[in-house]
């Protein structure tokens, strides 16, 4: 398509859009008075106006039902977060059973390598990304030590070549043949939060069951952004957070998947709860820990319902949308932005640097920018002026335009305001 910088064809391209009537059923913050150019939609989402009635139903049958409401709720609490595993397993490419909703995300995580981090013998290193989100890094160094290792050691990570922003699929599947036998796990980040970036999860993942380590994947900003099959992938695990392209509010709980050929397997140890114990029988209160069937048996305490109602009223929407359509969108709106950013940086004469692939199979919805000579100064003006950016160090902005609520209008005008911004310094 060929793209024009003008109000007129952002506005045609607006009422092109499927997804345009969306935008109305999300509240967005105001600054002047002016609803904002939201591009944090990576980091927490917009809040659905829908969400609060799934809470208030909650605190309504909490009022009206008490204990009641485990069984009598007008959606039960007992089975509660069965209700999100179909919409989920639909974003992620994964069978119901494959799914559950539990904790935060980082605490998935170690839950789940208590189950897929076992080291024995010299088969123990861990392969991830350098510079990976810092609690991932934070997360691999304590259990690598918790289980008696050096973290220099024990952890391998795969770099980027000098002057370079972005990982060569070479050097990840080069790192992981040349870790070998000695891997244990390969757990990477599915899309990179600094640079967007989005890893060949397939490919990557077949390359670590050839040295015989599991492969996990974070996707705190995978799901609900990018396309996934992780059960055709054959991924073994993996986990994301709500909050981010999820739209299910900050802190909001953790979606995780369980490739189904580990369900039912004696010789994969968890951490274990009530909650993961048949329901049948969970009530009889029996002493010993008969396990759900499917990936529910990695849940350990009763689901905090308050949490996973926002999660479900948000899912209900990307359900009513689908992943093919939220994908189009992002292609068309990423690309709008991507072209603007090229003509203000041409008529500014400034030196942007958009770090994110130019590749679309390589990137979702964020185009991470560097500001060459330009600094802190300009990203506080675009939030002064009604754009939510974020500001990574040293001095990188991270630009989102989530297909559910952004508009072309918005990429339009932030194009303005960006020129403003820049020329108001020179
Ligand atoms: C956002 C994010 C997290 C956040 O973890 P929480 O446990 O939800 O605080 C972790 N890892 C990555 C890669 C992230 O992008």
């Known amino acids: 398509m060929q793209f024009e910088n003008s109000r007129e064809f952002a506005q045609k391209l607006d009422q092109q859009d499927p997804l345009g009537s969306y935008r109305d059923q999300f509240i967005f913050p105001k600054v002047n008075n002016k609803q904002v150019i939201y591009f944090t939609g990576n ?50 490419g994964a069978k119901t059973s494959e799914i559950t909703v539990m904790n935060t995300l980082t605490v998935n995580l170690h839950l789940l390598m208590v189950s897929f981090y076992r080291p024995k013998g010299k088969r123990y290193k861990i392969i991830c990304e350098e510079k990976a989100f810092p609690s991932d890094q934070y997360m691999l160094q304590s259990q690598v030590r918790f289980h008696g290792y050096d973290p220099d050691d024990a952890i391998v990570e795969i770099k980027k070549r000098k002057g370079e922003h972005n990982f060569r699929i070479e050097d990840i599947l080069s790192t992981i043949s040349s870790v070998g036998e000695t891997c244990a796990l390969v757990l990477i980040g599915g899309v990179n939060y600094y640079t967007g970036q989005v890893f060949d999860i397939k490919t990557i993942t ?66 274990e709860g009530w909650w993961g114990t048949e329901k049948e029988s969970r009530f009889l209160m029996k002493p010993e820990f008969t396990p759900m069937s499917n990936a529910d048996a990695w849940q350990l305490s009763n689901a905090s319902i308050l949490s996973l109602a926002p999660y479900l009223a948000s899912l209900e929407l990307f359900d ?25 940086d041409a008529e500014v004469d400034s030196t942007f640097e958009i770090i994110t692939p130019s590749i679309q199979r390589e990137r979702g919805t964020q185009l991470s920018v560097f500001l060459h000579g330009e600094g802190k100064r300009l990203f506080d003006y675009l939030m002064k002026n009604g754009v939510i950016t974020d500001w990574r160090e040293p001095n990188v902005i991270r630009l989102a335009p989530a297909p559910f609520y952004c508009s072309f209008e918005d990429m339009y005008d932030f194009g303005q305001i960006l020129k403003q911004g820049i020329k108001n310094k020179n």
Request: aromatic residues 14%; hydrophobic residues 40%; contains cysteine.
């Open 43 to 92: 980091s927490l989402g917009l809040q659905p106006k829908v969400t609060s009635k799934y809470i208030d139903e909650v605190m309504n049958d909490w009022a009206a039902l008490a204990v009641e409401g485990h069984f009598y709720a007008d959606k039960p609490w007992w089975d509660y977060h069965e209700r999100l595993a179909k919409p989920l397993s639909k974003i992620v």
């Open 206 to 271: 077949k390359a670590g069951h050839e040295i015989g380590a599991f492969v996990g994947w974070d996707l705190a900003h995978g799901a609900g952004n990018v396309q996934l099959e992780l059960h055709d992938w054959n991924v073994d695990f993996a986990a994301w957070c709500s909050y981010k392209y999820m739209n299910s509010g900050p802190g909001n709980a953790s979606g995780c998947y369980i490739h189904e050929r580990f369900h039912n397997k004696k010789d994969i140890p968890r951490f």
């Open 320 to 344: 009513e949308v689908g992943m093919e359509t939220l994908i189009q969108k992002r292609n068309l709106i990423v690309a709008y932005l991507e072209y603007i950013l090229h003509k203000i």
